[in-house]
């Protein structure tokens, strides 16, 4: 007997050290493909967990009592790490306590658990992908509620029976046919003798599987409903897996034929020899005193006049008598209408399960394999079923390969052409427009982006991508304000607009450029602005790496400061590797150079000390290839020393400081980079108990960075000064520098360091009893520090807690 469903909150728990971050990240995204991502415990969707105060106390219970399975991932100094040492004793606690069954110990580099005395058997992680690692905790997950080791790992098969139905009928022979059970509960009422309506219209984009929705919902009519069921279709060619087949032969392709067509399945010959007008009348005369279901498929293909007509035919249907329409875009209204869209995920692995017990190479695949396929073609049963069907066919071994012959199969054998080309003919030119400007667009966009690079006015844009969301082939948001294609559209428009397409993407390329370098650089003020457009700029980047590397090095240099302080981070690391990559092919140097040096300074804010150190050595690689200035070597061996101070080599990180200092100060004895070295000395001259040589270079470094104006490092100092005060449980004081630094990062607008001010205001003001007015500064400082990833939430959250947030 199978165990019961688990009731707690979650099936999986993560414990990890920050270095091991992304390849947990990969297990922990998998997993939560299946389960849901609220029932994987990693730090990064659960933060919050770790808010309390004493945590000693809560990490036992959140693991042992909310957690099926706890996994801990251990590597070098694991269990020496503040947050992993807390955690390692809650789950050494519970081994202890004969729970052994709900840990899972996995390591790299065969390093051990404290306490564990070599005894335990470890997961090995050192050459295994995320994937294998998933594999092993879903077979011991299986073990430990009692199922077989391969529950979880094992594609399940599923066997569709043929539908059948007792009532006289010319339906077509439908494939196996999983989910839709909501649409068919729809049309079902709609079918029913006391529903008024008329019958039902299945709308939506190409391969979505609207004949296969109607057909089933025809073979499920009731026998005690309807006597007769008639299928007619419109449908000219059909894909399958071996490509596009001509149908033109034997089905009709027109309104007149389509009457004929009922004439004849009702018997009635004799109303094909009347006027052509006059047939309409004589079909509902011979439908009259009858109980038949009508199923009339793929009534695009009709020209405007002819669906007004059928659908006037349909909506004066005698008592008794329904219909199932089916159309890629609305023909009326009256109707029990139904959009149809994705395959849901169990629907889609039940198809696959079906089509591996006849595809040997498919059935080799696994489910975390088949969930990529179903997001990668949007749930699309044609394209499910086309993709998983090229298994074993040709060079087409794997799901990937079967993806990449997808995106460039060629005539004859194109599911895209199959399912958007008719569409695209009948574009009108601001249609188009609206749709390859939403090519460059992942995210819903507004209107007045999507107009900017479309060429045309905010009103005609906005018509334009409503009558593509009637076409189901953009998705709207719920306020009808913004936008985004449906998968798989932008692929076929880059193949059949590619010109169209290159127009659009050379007016994004140029607005974003122009928006960048008016708002970009060291323009504080114009952050906002830059901020505000940045949904529309962001996909130029991808434009700007393919193009000039001049130009590219130019967009990097004017928005380095933007990005940094804006806490757009991510954006910043990826840019600014792929930009040096085309500097070193362009054998740019000086700027290689600079895109290593700001990768590196954007590991030192996320405390990724191995991160910084690799920047250095590539900074330093570069400067050897080419001129060295003494700006450029300080700069380098700056960024070497915050590496050795995040490693805690504190004496390492001094000494490099001070020889950064002297190369600035042979240059100018008073700048930016003077004042913020003296920063950085102090901060390494704190860390390493010299409090007073600390408390001399932070006052230098402030009076440096007023006498020169220079906001940014001002705020900076303070920000630490702040921390010398909260260590000294001086909690007026650091109130009073707090809110001085936190309006001067405001100024500038600085994310981590309005962030980082906010929490150390709120520490001092908890202190003194004020957690009323602290609450509003702790729960900002969590919102940023969160949306930055940055490594001191924890501690934001532990404040939060405190003021009752």
Known sequence: MDSPVSTKRFRIAFSFAGEKRDFVKQAADLLAV???????????????EFANADLAFDLPSLYKDASDLIIAVF??????????????????????????RQIMLSRFEHVDGKGLHGLAGFIELDHKT????????????????????????????????????????????????????????????????????????????????????????????????????????????????????????????????????????????????????????????????????????????????????????????????????????????????????????????????ELATHNPHLARTSEAERLVLYRETSGKPLLLRWTAGQLGRGHCLTFTDALDFLRSCPPGNDPL??????????????????????TYYTLPTKVEHVAAIAGLSEPDTDCALRSLVNRSLAVPNDELTAFTLVPMVAEFLRRKKPEMVAET?????????????????????????????????????????????????????ALTTFLEFQGHWDERLALGEKAEARAVAATDHVSAFWRANHAGFIHALRQQADDVLACANRAAAYLDATRISALERASTIRLRGI??????????????????????????????????????????????????????????????????????????????????ALDRKDWPTAETLAREALSLSETI????????????????????????EALSHARRAVDILTRLGHPDVAAAQSILSECGG
């Open 505 to 557: 993407g050379e007016r994004l390329e140029q607005r974003a450029y122009a928006l960048i370098i008016e708002n970009g650089y060291q323009s504080y003020d114009r952050f906002p602005t830059l901020e505000a457009a940045w949904h529309g700029i962001a996909p130029a980047l991808s434009l700007f790496l393919v193009g000039d590397n001049h130009r590219l090095q130019t967009v990097c240099d």
């Open 130 to 353: 995320p994937d294998a690692f998933v594999a092993l905790i879903l077979e011991r997950l299986a073990l430990n509620e009692g199922h077989p080791k391969d529950h979880y790992t094992k594609p399940a098969v599923v066997v569709a029976s043929a539908p059948r139905t007792s009532i006289p009928h010319n339906l077509p022979r439908l494939q196996p046919f999983f989910g839709r059970e909501d649409e068919l509960r729809k049309i079902a009422d709609a079918l029913d003798p006391e529903s008024r309506t008329w019958g039902a219209l299945i709308d939506g984009p190409g391969g979505m599987g609207k004949t296969s929705l109607a057909v089933r919902a025809a073979y499920e009519a009731p026998p005690d409903v309807f006597d007769k069921i008639v299928f007619i279709s419109l449908k000219s060619r059909e894909l399958d897996d071996d490509g596009l087949r001509d149908l033109s032969g034997f089905l009709i392709s027109g309104l007149v034929e389509l009457f004929g067509e009922l004439a004849r399945e009702l018997g009635r010959d004799d109303i094909v020899k009347v006027a052509e007008d006059q047939r309409p009348r004589l079909l509902l005369d011979a439908l009259r005193g009858t109980r038949t279901l009508l199923v009339l498929d793929n009534l695009e293909s009709l020209l405007k006049p002819e669906r007004d007509i059928l659908f006037t035919f349909v909506k004066k249907l005698p008592a008794g008598c329904k219909a199932i329409l089916t159309s890629r875009g609305r023909i009326g209204s009256g109707a029990e209408e139904l959009i149809l869209e994705k395959l849901d995920e169990q629907a889609a692995l039940d198809t696959l399960a």
């Open 417 to 438: 052409e199959f399912i958007f080309g008719d569409l695209v003919d009948d574009f009108s030119e601001g249609e188009t427009k609206a749709l390859c400007a939403l």
């Open 749 to 772: 607008h600085r994310q981590d360091l309005i962030a980082c001010n906010n929490h150390r205001l709120a520490h001092a003001l908890v202190r003194q009893g004020k957690a009323t």
């Open 75 to 100: 590597c070098a100094d694991y269990d020496k790490k503040e947050w992993c040492g807390l955690e390692w004793r809650a789950i050494f606690s519970i081994i202890k306590e004969g729970g052994s």
């Open 643 to 724: 590496g050795h101070q995040l490693m805690r080599d504190y004496p390492e990180a001094i000494v490099a400081y001070q020889e950064t200092l002297a190369l600035l100060r042979s240059i100018n004895s008073e700048t930016i980079d003077v004042a913020m070295v003296l920063n950085d000395l102090a901060n390494a001259e704190y860390y390493s108990g010299d409090y007073d040589s600390a408390e001399a270079h932070y006052q230098e470094a402030w009076h440096m960075a007023r006498a020169i104006d220079y906001i940014e490092g001002e705020a900076y100092v303070r920000c630490n000064q702040i921390s010398f």
């Open 34 to 48: 299946r389960f849901g991502q609220g029932k994987i415990l990693y730090d990064k969707y659960h933060e919050a």
